[in-house]
T-cell receptor, first 112, second 113 residues
Framework: QKEVEQDPGPLSVPEGAIVSLNCTYS??????FMWYRQYSRKGPELLMY????GNKEDGRFTAQVDKSSKYISLFIRDSQPSDSATYLC????????????FGTGTRLTIIP | SAVISQKPSRDICQRGTSLTIQCQVD?????MFWYRQQPGQSLTLIATANQGSEATYESGFVIDKFPISRPNLTFSTLTVSNMSPEDSSIYLC??????????FGSGTRLTVV
């Protein structure tokens, strides 16, 4: 069993829809949870990170962490064609001083 | 956050040869990581490179195949040695800081023919 599981998709939704991306994990030591966006032929860029359980909102993006269920989500509201990318969840036990463990990534396409 | 310059951005190499990828950071960082990303796949960690110590390799990766140098706090190289077509992939460097978390370079797209 992988430490982090993520539905690889692909996922296609119409413009303006709400997108839900999810990851599950097995390592209870994970405390920091990140979402990266990767456009084609680019390196991953950090969208959001969350510490422990709870919600965090940044514009159209909301990250949720439920440590009791070992489940994290990223919601994208009012999705735009520019949101079309691969989204990777990543997590670690500490922030900035150990390696990240990544999900497999979900390829998202927003249809105009 | 840290800004990373990774070179080359892409290369096409003959099998049996070696390629060295460079990663330059605009600030001093302790932890640097090298990843491989095969087409349509997620990131696989090759090794962690901390300045002043030997790189730590993940299972399935060995120093003879992927030697790493980390001469100072702003620079690292990864060499892909004795390449075969199976080494065709995107190679990414990443740095970690406790202030800004993890930042990635734009990657090196390697094709081995």
């Amino acid at each position: 069993q992988k430490e982090v599981e993520q539905d690889p998709g692909p996922l296609s939704v119409p413009e303006g829809a709400i997108v839900s991306l999810n990851c599950t994990y097995s390592n209870s030591a994970f405390q920091y949870f990140m979402w990266y966006r990767q456009y084609s032929r680019k390196g991953p860029e950090l969208l959001m990170y969350t510490y422990s359980s709870g919600n965090k909102e940044d514009g159209r993006f909301t990250a949720q962490v439920d440590k009791s269920s070992k489940y994290i989500s990223l919601f994208i509201r009012d999705s735009q064609p520019s949101d079309s990318a691969t989204y990777l969840c990543a997590m670690s036990a500490s922030f900035g001083n150990e390696k990240l463990t990544f999900g497999t990534g979900t390829r998202l396409t927003i249809i105009p | 956050s840290a800004v990373i310059s990774q070179k080359p951005s892409r290369d096409i190499c003959q099998r049996g040869t070696s390629l060295t990828i460079q990663c330059q950071v605009d600030s001093q960082v302790t932890m640097m990581f090298w990843y491989r990303q095969q087409p349509g796949q997620s990131l696989t960690l090759i090794a962690t490179a901390n300045q002043g110590s030997e790189a730590t390799y993940e299972s399935g990766f060995v120093i003879d195949k992927f030697p790493i140098s980390r001469p100072n706090l702003t620079f690292s190289t990864l060499t892909v040695s004795n390449m075969s077509p199976e080494d065709s992939s995107i190679y990414l460097c990443s740095v970690a800081t406790t202030n800004y978390g993890y930042t990635f370079g734009s990657g090196t797209r390697l094709t081995v023919v």
